[in-house]
Each structure stands twice: as structure tokens, then as C-alpha cells.
């Protein structure tokens, strides 16, 4: 990172066995054969996957270093950056599991990360540590693709004291066949979010429809850019217009009053589509915000229009009224918002008596739900259950009954007790996590870096073309799983100078051992004439047996 230097090296060849021996020092700076040294490799994958600098930003900092190397090789030391880290997590493996084993085991969170015709990139986790342990590219989440993966795991870290994961059923098969029998539990968040897509979509699902069909939100958005662009004519800005509504300074006959207040009300309907906490559907509802918004207009605006004298002054609120009420007769969508309503009443009795995603706290997707009690959290969901069956009106319901299903279904799954373990410190207690929003959030940072870096939200591109031990990243930022990985080195530079001449060495005994050609034989493959060769060493091999 000092910038370029040329090296004069010494090489020592032993007179009896030919062996050439090359500089350590040099060595332990670059790779043999190469001309970018460790210190540059590790800034590099440090700017990459840690800083989440795209290529052009990498490649000016170096430059700024007086290191000159183009973006494709950029790119190629990123992708040599995490197979170095992989080589290293992998020659860490029983360190890692001996500090698992020491805590009394490890909670193995799983999860995958999939976009269109895209591989889905599948990781394993330790909740307890945070330790990254493995990662895998499959096709798809099918059982049979998780299997392998689960089965490596196994191997390398021992059987996990508990699984935590999603309802897919891929996932579910797999665990319940590596792990038959280990403690195998639900992530309640995402149980929730499941129960309540299928007890709420169908109403949802009508109401988005009828809202499209009107074009509501369309409509109002261009009528709020047209009473934005009159009332700036009229020279009136965001700080009087805040002070207009608030101290209601203009006087009742006022031209700007009913063009202030259509405004202002458009602007309210269509800030209902952005109400909620950030943990998305089914726990926000901003169609159901947005469609209970412009009923309210639909009995505001007919009074209003009453009070005011007629001419164009009122024309804005007039426009308005036309495409609130429009959208409020429709019987479809008011059939729909007095269904949801109901069903989002219970839905959210489940998520109070599960405690998660709280509508009183911000948090978003990273809640992990509050610290309660599992049999406590069991009781309330029990009586839950017990009004969806004793309840008249839900126990004929479909839907509510499916919610019934469901939780008798996973009951076992989604209560974890303490576990009891051994360890050398005698016994301990792991508490298994609710949910399984460790890995939720370690996806999100990934999207969140390759938007970074790309300026693009997808994921696809980057599925096929990233290497899938790349989420190790993450463990660079743990200290004790950096203790492990270094293993009394003092740096990365140092470590991955290590692997490479350990690498080397495996390599050339490897060459050495498998070689299909005999010293010297290469020549012989040189005749072109060969095969001929052949038949005339043949014939006269025949010749000679027949004579004898």
C-alpha cells in the first residue's frame, strides 16, 4: 500500500535433489506470481464487502495510494479476497466448534436469500455467537438441494442444540431429516406474517383491486401537483400554508381557502398509503389507511361545498368530491374495508398475545420481539385459539379457522423452553430467539450494500455472479471469531500469506503424487506420427513371436 517497488530476489537450488528455494520475506508480502501484494488485497476486499465501495471508488482510493491497478483486477481480488477467507474459515473449523462447544452448543438460525430465475443463496448461523458458519448457492429451497448443506454442517460443527427458521416447507423437511432429533422451532415473526397474509390478502387483495380500478391514488396525485403549481402562483409557500391550517389567519371568503384545504386533504388521503411501523404487510396496512382516508373525505367534503357560495373558487373541492365519492359508492371496496377491519382486529389480537412487531414501537424489521415468558406467550395464544373456535361468528369462518390450523399445527415449534446444557463450566441455560431476525437483518445489509454500490435494489445479478461464501464478510466484524481465524497471526496479510505457501506446498506434493506422465515422456507425446509408431512396434513384435 506504499505504492510500487521492484524486489531482487535470490533463489537457492539444492545440488542433490534440485529443489529451489524461494525468499520468505517476499513471500510473506506477495503471492508467488503475482504483483499485488497482501496488504493491497485485504484493503481491497475491506473496501468491497466491508465499506461496500463500488469498483471506480475502490480504484481511486488506491490511486490516491500510488497504486495503480485497473477495475477488472479489482474485481478479481475482491472474489480472491473471500476465497482466502473461506480456505481460512474452513482451517478455523475446530476452533470455531470448540468455542461453541464451551458456551454448551449452538442455535443454528438458517435462511435463504432468493430473486426471480436467480440460485438462492442459503446461510447458517449461530445466534448465540453470531458466527457466519456456512453458506451455499441452490437452485431452489427444495428439500433436497438443503439436505447436502445441513449434512456439512453437521459434520463440521456437531448437532445444533436447537433450529430456528421459516415455514418453508423445503427447510422444514431437510431439518426434520438431518436433525431428527433436535429441537426444531418456528421464528414467530415469520409464522406471523404467514398466518396473517392468509387471513387477510383475500379482503386485501379485493380492495387494492377496486382501489386500482378507480385509479385513486393516480387521480389525486395530479390534482395535488395542480393546486401545488396555483397556490405557488398565488405566492403562497409551505411555511403559510402550515399557518394558514393551523392559525387560520384567512378569512372564511378567502379565495385560497377551499384550493388550500382540497390540497391539503389530497395530500392527507394519500399520506394513509404511508402509515405503518416498517414491518410490511400484514402488520402495516397502508391501502387499508389510504381507503379509510378517503371515506372520511367522502362525509367531510359535501358539507364543506354546502358552506361555501357558489363560483370557481370552489372548483378544487368540487373536483375532489367528484373522485373521492367515486371511489367511496363502489359496494366491492366498502365490502372489503368492513371485512378487514374485523379480520385486522383479530389478526392483531394473535400479534398482541405473541408480542411481536408491537403497533406501539418503531423498531421495524429489526424487532425481535419483547422478552417474555414462552409459557406465558403459550397461554395467550391458547386463548386465542379458544375464542376463534368458541366464537360463533369466527368459528364459521374459513379463514379463522385456517388460523386455528395452523397454530395447532406448529405448536411445538413455536414455543421454546429453556434449554438445559452441559458445558465445562458445569450447567447452563440457552434461551433459543423468538425469531429468526438475525438472518432477516444479515439478508437486508446485504441489499442495503448492493444498492450501495450498484444504485440498484436487486439481487438477482448479484446471485449469479458472487461467490457463495461471501456472507463470511459479516464474522470480520466479531472479535472473537477474528481471534480464531487468525490464530495467533496479527493480521489478514499475515494469515493469507500463510495459506498461500500452505496452499503451494499442497499443491506441488499433489502435482508431484498425480501425475499421469512419466519424467521425460513429454517428448515422446511431441511425435506426430505416434499412433503409427505404434502399429510398426506391433507388427514386428508379431513378426519376431511368429518366427520364434
Known amino acids: 500500500m506504499n505504492g510500487p517497488f521492484v524486489a531482487h530476489e535470490t533463489l537457492?537450488?539444492?545440488?542433490?535433489?534440485?529443489?529451489?528455494?524461494?525468499?520468505?520475506?517476499?513471500?510473506?508480502?506477495?503471492?508467488?506470481?503475482?504483483?499485488?501484494?497482501?496488504?493491497?488485497?485485504?484493503?481491497?476486499?475491506?473496501?468491497?464487502?466491508?465499506?461496500?465501495?463500488?469498483?471506480?471508488?475502490?480504484?481511486?482510493?488506491?490511486?490516491?495510494?500510488?497504486?495503480?491497478?485497473?477495475?477488472?483486477?479489482?474485481?478479481?481480488?475482491?472474489?480472491k479476497f473471500v476465497t482466502y477467507l473461506a480456505l481460512a474459515?474452513?482451517?478455523?473449523?475446530?476452533?470455531?466448534?470448540?468455542?461453541?462447544?464451551?458456551?454448551?452448543?449452538?442455535?443454528?438460525?438458517?435462511?435463504?436469500?432468493?430473486?426471480?430465475?436467480?440460485?438462492?443463496?442459503?446461510?447458517?448461523?449461530?445466534?448465540?455467537?453470531?458466527?457466519?458458519?456456512?453458506?451455499?448457492?441452490?437452485?431452489?429451497?427444495?428439500?433436497?438441494?438443503?439436505?447436502?448443506?445441513?449434512?456439512?454442517?453437521?459434520?463440521?460443527?456437531?448437532?445444533?442444540?436447537?433450529?430456528?427458521?421459516?415455514?418453508?416447507?423445503?427447510?422444514?423437511?431437510?431439518?426434520?431429516?438431518?436433525?431428527?432429533?433436535?429441537?426444531?422451532?418456528?421464528?414467530?415473526?415469520?409464522?406471523?406474517?404467514?398466518?396473517?397474509?392468509?387471513?387477510?390478502?383475500?379482503?386485501?387483495?379485493?380492495?387494492?383491486?377496486r382501489l386500482r380500478k378507480h385509479a385513486t391514488s393516480t387521480e389525486l396525485n395530479y390534482q395535488a401537483r395542480q393546486m401545488k403549481k396555483a397556490l405557488q402562483e398565488e405566492g403562497i409557500t409551505g411555511h403559510a400554508l402550515k399557518k394558514l391550517l393551523q392559525d387560520a389567519e384567512l378569512p372564511e371568503d378567502s379565495p385560497l381557502l377551499p384550493l388550500a384545504s382540497a390540497y391539503s386533504f389530497a395530500l392527507w388521503a394519500l399520506h394513509g398509503k404511508k402509515i405503518g411501523k416498517g414491518y410490511g404487510f400484514p402488520f402495516d396496512r397502508p391501502l387499508l389507511h389510504f381507503a379509510e382516508r378517503v371515506l372520511e373525505l367522502n362525509k367531510i367534503l359535501p358539507k364543506l361545498l354546502q358552506d361555501l357560495p357558489q363560483g370557481k373558487d370552489r372548483r378544487p373541492l368540487?373536483?375532489?368530491?367528484?373522485?373521492?365519492?367515486?371511489?367511496?359508492?363502489?359496494?366491492?371496496?366498502?365490502?372489503?374495508?368492513?371485512?378487514?377491519?374485523?379480520?385486522?382486529?383479530?389478526?392483531?389480537?394473535?400479534?398482541?398475545?405473541?408480542?411481536?412487531?408491537?403497533?406501539?414501537?418503531?423498531?421495524?424489521?429489526?424487532?425481535?420481539?419483547?422478552?417474555?415468558?414462552?409459557?406465558?406467550?403459550?397461554?395467550?395464544?391458547?386463548?386465542?385459539?379458544?375464542k376463534l373456535q368458541k366464537n360463533s361468528k369466527l368459528a364459521k369462518d374459513v379463514l379463522c379457522q385456517k388460523v386455528v390450523n395452523q397454530i395447532e399445527k406448529y405448536d411445538e415449534k413455536l414455543f421454546a423452553d429453556p434449554i438445559e446444557v452441559k458445558t465445562p463450566k458445569g450447567k447452563a441455560f440457552?434461551?433459543?430467539?423468538?425469531?429468526?431476525?438475525?438472518?432477516?437483518?444479515?439478508?437486508?445489509?446485504?441489499?442495503?450494500?448492493?444498492?450501495?454500490?450498484?444504485?440498484?435494489?436487486?439481487?438477482?445479478?448479484?446471485?449469479?455472479?458472487?461467490?457463495?461464501?461471501?456472507?463470511?464478510?459479516?464474522?470480520?466484524?466479531?472479535?472473537?471469531?477474528?481471534e480464531i481465524l487468525l490464530g495467533g497471526k496479527s493480521n489478514l496479510e499475515e494469515l493469507f500469506a500463510d495459506l498461500d505457501q500452505e496452499l503451494r506446498s499442497a499443491n506441488k506434493k499433489e502435482s508431484k503424487n498425480s501425475d499421469r506422465i512419466i519424467p521425460g515422456f513429454r517428448s515422446v507425446l511431441k511425435l506426430q506420427n505416434l499412433p503409427e509408431c505404434f502399429i510398426k512396434l506391433f507388427e514386428k513384435r508379431r513378426m519376431l513371436t511368429q518366427s520364434n
Open 89 to 209: 474459515h474452513r482451517r478455523a473449523t475446530p476452533g470455531i466448534r470448540q468455542k461453541m462447544d464451551m458456551a454448551g452448543g449452538y442455535v443454528l438460525h438458517l435462511d435463504a436469500t432468493h430473486e426471480g430465475d436467480a440460485p438462492a443463496l442459503m446461510s447458517g448461523m449461530d445466534s448465540l455467537s453470531e458466527f457466519v458458519l456456512a453458506n451455499v448457492k441452490i437452485p431452489s429451497e427444495n428439500a433436497d438441494h438443503i439436505i447436502p448443506f445441513l449434512q456439512e454442517i453437521k459434520a463440521n460443527y456437531g448437532t445444533p442444540t436447537a433450529c430456528v427458521h421459516d415455514m418453508g416447507i423445503g427447510i422444514c423437511k431437510a431439518v426434520s431429516k438431518v436433525f431428527p432429533n433436535t429441537k426444531d422451532f418456528i421464528c414467530h415473526f415469520h409464522f406471523l406474517r404467514d398466518v396473517g397474509k392468509d387471513f387477510l390478502e383475500p379482503a386485501y387483495g379485493r380492495l387494492r383491486k
Open 430 to 482: 440457552i434461551f433459543p430467539q423468538r425469531t429468526n431476525n438475525i438472518m432477516e437483518q444479515f439478508f437486508r445489509g446485504f441489499r442495503r450494500a448492493q444498492r450501495r454500490k450498484t444504485g440498484n435494489d436487486s439481487l438477482r445479478q448479484m446471485l449469479y455472479t458472487m461467490l457463495s461464501e461471501t456472507p463470511l464478510i459479516k464474522n470480520l466484524d466479531n472479535p472473537e471469531y477474528m
Open 12 to 79: 537457492g537450488e539444492c545440488p542433490q535433489c534440485a529443489a529451489v528455494y524461494c525468499s520468505g520475506p517476499l513471500l510473506n508480502l506477495v503471492p508467488k506470481g503475482s504483483r499485488v501484494a497482501f496488504d493491497v488485497l485485504v484493503c481491497v476486499g475491506r473496501a468491497l464487502f466491508q465499506r461496500h465501495l463500488n469498483l471506480k471508488e475502490v480504484q481511486a482510493e488506491l490511486m490516491a495510494r500510488n497504486v495503480r491497478i485497473c477495475t477488472s483486477e479489482i474485481d478479481y481480488l475482491g472474489r
Open 318 to 386: 368540487r373536483t375532489l368530491a367528484k373522485q373521492i365519492s367515486k371511489t367511496a359508492h363502489d359496494h366491492e371496496l366498502l365490502r372489503a374495508v368492513k371485512e378487514l377491519r374485523w379480520r385486522t382486529k383479530v389478526f392483531d389480537e394473535l400479534r398482541t398475545a405473541m408480542r411481536i412487531a408491537p403497533e406501539n414501537e418503531n423498531k421495524g424489521l429489526n424487532d425481535d420481539g419483547s422478552e417474555e415468558a414462552m409459557t406465558t406467550i403459550r397461554q395467550r395464544v391458547e386463548k386465542f385459539r379458544n
